[in-house]
Each structure stands twice: as C-alpha cells, then as structure tokens.
C-alpha cells in the first residue's frame, strides 16, 4: 500500500493560491480587503476554481444581487460547473447562471418567484438539482458536506478592517459565514455603504476576505406586510375559531405563524375578540416570527413579552428599535435577526405553528406544491413538524401528546408531549379552486421532475389540527384511517371532498368533538366582521405604532 | 344573471319579525334577506347570482343551512355577486342569528 498523503491543509493552501491570485490580477487595485465595484467581475474569476460549491446568498427578504449579476458576467470558458448551493432562487440571475453555462448543479431551499423558470430548466435537463431542503437542513448540510468554497453575501456596512454590520436583516449570513470561514473558504461581501465606525459588528473582519461597494443599495422584500383592508370576514370567522378553539383550548404559550392573511387575521383580533375573552398573558406571550406589522396592536396592548426574528420586515425598523424589551436587538438598538437561530427556536421552542397551505388531501398531508412548479419548502417544514427530540414540557405541548395518546398501548403508551402543527385553509381557493383534493398536485410534479419523493410542505401525521371555515378537525383524537378522513371531509365544505362525506360518522365525530362547528365552540358568527380586526387597514397600523411604523411606498394607499 | 329557486320542508317557525337585509351587493360578497312568508311549514329560498353553472354547490349550500336551521315559514332572498360558498354560509348563518324564537317546552 501507498504511503498515506502526508498534507492536510490542501484547503488553506489552495484558499492562499485564490487570496494570491486575487492580488496578482488586482495589482495596487486594492485597499486592504476593499475592491472597487468596476473589478468585481475579475476578483471573482480570480477566486473562483471550476467545480466549487458556491453560496451567493439570496433568502426570501435581502439578496447579494450584485453579486449575483457579477456572478452571471464571469467567462463560462474559466469558470464552470459551479455547484450552487443557496437557501432561496430569487432573482432572475440566480437561473441566468445556469444558462450561460456557469453553473450546473444546485441544492436550494426555496424558490418561490423563479418556481416555474426552475421547472422549465431542470425538464430541459439545464440544471441539475441535488435536494431541495429546509433552511436549517441547507444549513446543516454547510456543515457536513456541502460546504462552500466561496460565499457571496450581502451586508449593510463594511469598515476599513472589513467588519460587516448586516443591520436589521442579518438573516443568513452568520450560518454561511461560519461555514465557509472556517473551513478555508472564501468570503466576499457587498455593501451599501463603507464607514468609520459600524454601529456593532455582526461579522467579524477576519471571517471575510473581500469586501465590495455595490453602485446600489442590495434589493429587499417586505414580504411579511399584509394590509388587514384586505382581510376577509371568513378569516375573521377562522380567526375566532383559531383562537377560542386551540389558542384558548391548549393555552398556547410560544408559537410562531405562517405568512398571510388567514394569520394575520389571528394577530389583529388578539387585542380585541381574544382580549374579551380573558386570554390576555394565558396565550402568545413568546414568538418565533418576523416583525409582522399585523402584530403592532398586539404589542402595544401588552400581549407579547418576546418575538426572535428570521428576517426584519421593511418599515418596521424604528418601530423595533423603540421596542427592545419585545425585539431582539443589538447594542445600537437595531434588530439582531438570525434564520438559522430562530428556525431552531421555531423548530424545539414553540409549542404551535399555524399557517395555510394550498392543497390538503384525505390523509391530512398538506402542500403547496402544484404541477410545473418547482417551489421549494423553505421553513415550514421545521416549524410545521412534531421536534422528536423536544425533551422539555410544556402544558399545550403535554395536552396535545395526551390527545394522541389516549388509550393506546405498547410503545404509544409512554407519556410523551407532542407539537400544535395547525393548517388553515379556506375551502375554496381563488377560481373556486378547492384546498381539499384526493390526490396532491405533488405527486405529478414528482413525476414531471423526476423527484424521488412527492414535495410534501408537511406531513399528515405531524398535522393535528385543520382548521376552516366550516371548523375544526381535531387529527389528534382520531383512531383510524377511516375517522381521520372523515374527520378532514367534515370540514372541507361545499368542495368535492366535502360533499363526498359520510354525513352520520361526521356528526358521531362532532358527538365526540373531533370535528367541531363555530356553535360547539359558542363562537356567535354575528360578530365574526372587519369592525372586530383591530387595526382596519395600513393607516390603523401606523396610528397603532404611535408613528414609529414607516409601510413601504406600495403599502401607502392613504 | 341565473335566478335558482328551492322549496324546503321546515320545522322551526321563528316569532313574527319585520322583513330585514343582512351583507351587502358587492363583488365577491351577497345580501340576505329574510322575510315571514305564508307557508308555515316551509322555507322558499330564491336565489340571484352574478356568477352561471353553480347550481349544484347552490344546492348543497342550501340544503346544508336547511339542515341547520329547518326554518318554517320564512322566505330567504339571496342576491349575490360571486360570493364563495363560505361567504354565502356564513352570511345565511348571520341572518338567522337575527331571528327570535319562541319559548319551545321541547325542541
């Protein structure tokens, strides 16, 4: 046998060859670690090998896209094959990479605007994709095996040393960071602006290697802003039901909420149906959840004592900056928000997620996959599933697990908590589509992008609840295959899959609160309108905020 | 427009009340209206609606809110304006909650 290598720092030598290379093409170019935004495109040639794993951050919220349309412009005949490796597809540069030959395999998390470009390209055969995860699975897997070798990332502001401060959107940065830095990778940031004097440091100087001026400030989405005007009384109805029937019912305590209007709907009638219910400081006192604006009134009538936060949210920077015993915030008062952190505390620390879905089959498996779309998972699946490795208890946590457990033996028999995973739908989609259907759309897109699984946002048998306009299900309690169908077709209204119940066995589940009507749960309907949402529209919610709550410009429709 | 009419058996006759309107015409919304009617062992509804080819789920959501509420002598007027069948529920629903009963010595 051959003697063994005798080298183990291949990475950090091959990581000095990128630094020298860099220098070689950027002579007297470059200030410390700053290069002007006209040698971006060389740097980037420079550093980059054929093969390499690449992370160009881009989430849901900030996006590197500097870097990315640098990213596009770099010759394919130098660099090729690079395996991307990012949480979301955002930007239209992101496939652009997969076109020009620049790139070719991909493991991503999410890819909500590009889904139906994705889909084309991967059944053209232009792209190849490894997985599609959740964000801490991408995350975890930067750590196991696909680590980057250069990083590209988006920060607020560099100082001479190369300290990052990424402001409210911190987001994914210190996740990808880490892994690259300490594994001899590459770092090279864009930012907005270059100062003196960062108001803290999020990433430190000698964690990244390059450091770049972009011309524009990076592209951001207020993506969790919903204007209660367009909340409907259906979802004030579902709203009540929500919170009279599981928020009331387990006592929720720490919970994180889907994006959309059906939740939103549940953040503005705390202050008002759940306050007259006596609920105050018994629910919603710790959140996992972006800085909602919906959540204004709620904080400003002393319901929250905590929100951790994926990702800002537009607009609302001087309204968490006043409010720092609720936010997460650095010594300069802004927030410190953390995807990584807060999808581990959605993950283990909450005891309910709620949020809608797209389609719900019989089994209670719930996606927003649909045909010809490849849209990704990004963190539902962590907050919308049972933490088999939760050890700690929790009364809404213990009740739940009792529920399930209720007179089964064997291994089932040991007392065990388990998570709320709540779905709330209304039955009818847009166009009369309906939420409820006998088979996934799933499945054939499985097919069409030759998945080995069906992309399935949560599974049935992490669903304990769904909840719609008709009521709720309780999945909990059911015992067979059989009640848990019947348990979904009673309360999925006017829809095929609605109509198609077994009317008795629905009211013997009903007899046994497994399904369970707005009258069971004495929710009076009468009440269920607008004039209950405790803010009406954008205008309430900056009154609510006393001022401090700045909408972006599409939001200012007053 | 299609104008759909269904007759209904009923058992619950509620105390004499004044004609009134609950909801509003509006896209994607519907007004109710609940008038005493002469027959007092059935319910009339009569329904008008922007939006053609929906009478099965007119049926369903009809017989649906019967089943609840087994309403005698009332005529229920329905205008709607492509309401989906959750509003239309739950606009049915809030119209009835705005009836009086009489004291039942069983029910």
């Given amino acids: 046998m051959n003697a063994p290598c005798t080298a183990w720092n291949l990475q950090s030598q091959n990581k000095a060859q990128r630094l020298a290379r860099a220098a070689a093409v950027l002579p007297g170019r470059m200030q410390g670690k700053r290069v002007s935004s006209d040698d971006v495109v060389t740097l980037l040639e420079a550093v980059l090998e054929c093969g390499d794993r690449v992370c160009l951050e881009g989430n849901n919220q900030k996006q590197a896209d500097f870097l990315a349309r640098a990213l596009t412009r770099v010759n394919p005949a130098e660099v090729h094959d690079l395996h991307m490796v990012q949480s979301v597809l955002a930007l239209s540069e992101h496939l652009d990479l997969f076109e020009n030959g620049i790139a070719s395999k991909l493991d991503f998390s999410f890819s909500g605007p590009q889904s139906a470009r994705l889909a084309r390209m991967v059944s053209a055969g232009q792209i190849q994709i490894g997985a599609i995860h959740t964000y801490l699975e991408l995350f975890s897997r930067y750590f196991v095996d696909l680590t980057p070798r250069v990083s590209l990332i988006c920060a607020q502001s560099a100082d001479a040393q190369g300290n990052l401060y990424t402001g409210a959107n911190t987001e994914d940065t210190p996740a990808i960071v880490e892994a690259t830095a300490f594994k001899s990778g590459i770092v090279v940031a864009q930012v907005n602006e270059l100062v003196d004097v960062l108001p803290r440091v999020d990433i430190p100087a000698d964690w990244v290697n390059f450091v770049i001026l972009a011309p ?76 909602h604006p919906a959540m204004i009134p709620a904080i400003e009538a002393g319901w929250v004592e905590s929100i951790h936060s994926f990702g800002s949210e537009l607009g609302m920077e001087n309204y968490v900056r006043a409010r720092p ?234 | 427009m299609e104008h759909l009419n269904f007759e209904l058996d009923g058992l619950r006759q509620p105390r004499p009340f ?79 909650a705005g009836l009086m009963w009489p004291h039942r010595g069983s029910a």
């Fill in chain 1, 216 to 291: 524009k400030p990076n592209a951001i989405e207020p993506l969790f802003t919903r204007d209660p005007a367009q909340i409907s009384e259906i979802q004030v109805l579902m709203a009540m039901m929500a919170i009279k029937g599981i928020y009331a019912e387990y006592g929720v305590q720490r919970l994180n909420h889907g994006i959309g209007f059906d939740t939103a709907a549940i953040e503005l009638l705390l202050p008002t149906y759940a306050e007259s219910l006596g609920l105050k400081g018994k629910i919603c006192r710790h959140w996992a959840l972006n800085p």
């Fill in chain 1, 325 to 558: 015993d609720v936010f997460f915030t650095g010594a300069d008062g802004s927030l410190r928000s953390n995807r990584a952190m807060s999808q581990a505390a959605g993950h283990y620390a909450c005891d309910m997620f709620i949020g809608s879905t797209l389609q719900i089959d019989l089994n209670g498996h719930s996606s927003t996959a649909t045909a010809g779309r490849i849209a990704g998972f990004g963190g539902a699946p962590n907050m919308g599933a049972d933490a088999r490795g939760r050890r700690h208890a929790s009364p809404a946590w213990l009740k739940a697990g009792a529920q399930a457990r209720q007179g089964r033996t064997g291994v089932h028999a040991m007392p065990r908590g388990q998570k709320l995973v709540v779905q709330m739908v209304e039955t009818f989609r847009e166009h009369m589509q309906s939420a409820f259907v006998e088979t996934l759309d799933a499945w054939k897109l499985a097919e069409q992008a030759h998945m080995d699984i069906p992309p399935v946002m949560i599974y049935g048998d992490d669903v304990t609840h769904i909840l719609t306009e008709e009521g709720i299900a309780n999945l909990l309690l059911c015992r067979s295959d059989e009640e848990r169908e019947q348990a979904i077709r009673g309360v999925a209204g006017f829809t095929p899959v609605g109509l198609g119940r077994d009317h008795r066995m629905v009211e013997n589940l009903r007899d046994r609160g497994i399904v369970q009507r707005a009258e069971d749960l004495g929710v009076d309907k009468r009440y269920a309108t607008r004039s209950l949402l405790a803010a009406r529209n954008m205008r309430d919610l900056v009154r609510a905020s006393g001022g401090l709550y700045d909408p972006p410009k599409r939001f200012r429709n007053w």
């Fill in chain 2, 18 to 96: 004044d004609a009134f309107v609950v909801g509003v015409v509006g896209s994607g919304n519907l007004e109710v209206m609940l008038e005493v009617s002469a027959k007092p062992q059935r319910c009339s509804v009569q329904i008008t609606t922007s939006a053609r080819g929906f009478a099965p789920i007119w049926e369903a959501v009809v017989n649906d809110f019967q089943r609840r509420h087994s309403l005698a002598g009332v005529t229920v007027s329905v205008n709607d304006m492509g309401a989906t069948p959750a509003v239309v529920s739950l606009r049915l629903d809030q119209a009835v």
